[in-house]
Each structure stands twice: as C-alpha cells, then as structure tokens.
C-alpha cells in the first residue's frame, strides 16, 4: 500500500479514535503502526497495533473497532485506554520524563563504563564481537553480574530510574546505544535497513 494511502488511514483512524474513545490523536500517531488488511469485499478492515502493548485497533470505513482480546490475552485495559486519553501536556511531560532519563542514562558512570562492552554486540557498530549475545541478552547477563557484586554504579542507576526490574533496566541502559549507532550511520552514510 502506498505511503499516502496509509497516511489517509491514519487521518481517518485519528479522527475515528478521538470521536469514539476521546483518544489524543497525538497518542494515535506516536504509538500505533499499521499492520494491514484482513477480510475481503464488505467485510474489510484494516488493521492498527500498538507497538508496546500490541493491542489491535481494526478500521472500517469510518469507525474504529478496539479488539479486546487477541489470542487468550486480554487488550486494551483501562489502563491502556486512560493512557491514550492524555492530553498534549501529558504527552509532552511523558516526552520530556523519557529525554530525561535518556540523558541521565548517556552520562551516567553506569553507561559510560560500559558502554564499549554494550555496544560491540551491535552489528553495525565498528567494534562488533561476532558470535556474542544479542544485545538485549548482553545487558541483561551485565546487570545480573554487577548485582551479584553489589556494584555501585547500578544501585545508584536503580535508584534514580525507580525501578530494579532487570527487563527495564536493559532497556534504559540500551537506549543511548541505538542513539550512537543511528549518529554513526549517519556519520559514515551507512544503513543496514
């Protein structure tokens, strides 16, 4: 499908979503990607996923439809709902919470020192290790071994991200890692896309 049909479909899903659910049509374009089409003739939809939660949204004609359920997992709790329903100055406070905890990340002596060791599991970086971890396995395996030793530096990365969930942790510390291989493609006119 071409790129202006799609951008049509999203015209439509925004003022669809914001009619129906009183959702931010901000929210629509931040976090919902198009997947496609299912059914045939009359009974046509086009199909929208949340890229976190992947919650399904089915577009027909003019009216939004959100799929409860997917599979045996349920969707689109209130939660999920209230989230889509914030406004622009929520959105933004979110936008600005995240540039925050990214520049924290990018500075702190947790990322720094191990910055080299994080990003030679990338294969478009210069310093790539093949035969290694993914990268996601790679940061989950160092978090595990500084919490062993009771590192310093992690404690006091926990404590200011407020969490001490490994998962979340791996991915704030990855976060500055896609930063410098996006600024590195773009230095050497390399995409590997």
Request: with cysteine.
């Amino acid at each position: 499908m071409s790129p202006a049909k799609v951008n049509e479909l999203f015209d439509t899903l925004r003022a669809a979503c914001a009619r129906q659910y009183d959702f931010n049509p901000r929210r629509i374009t931040a976090s919902v990607r198009y997947v496609g089409t299912e059914g045939h003739g009359k009974d046509l939809v086009h199909v929208f996923r949340d890229a976190g939660t992947h919650s399904q949204i089915a577009l027909k004609n003019t009216a939004a439809t959100l799929r409860e359920k997917h599979g045996d997992k349920p969707h689109w709790t209130e939660a999920e709902k209230t989230h889509y329903r914030n406004s622009d100055a929520e959105i933004d406070a979110e936008i600005a919470a995240k540039q925050a905890e990214l520049d924290f990340t990018r500075s702190s002596p947790l990322y720094l020192d191990h910055r080299e060791q994080l990003l030679a599991h990338y294969k478009d970086w210069p310093g790539y290790q093949a035969g290694g971890a993914n990268p996601r396995e790679a940061a989950r395996t160092l978090l595990g071994a500084l919490a062993d030793a009771h590192d310093p530096r992690l404690a006091a990365f926990a404590e200011r991200m407020r969490s001490d969930d490994p998962e979340h942790l791996a991915h704030l510390l990855l976060a500055p890692c896609h930063l410098e291989l996006e600024a590195h493609k773009a230095a050497t006119g390399v995409d590997s896309r």
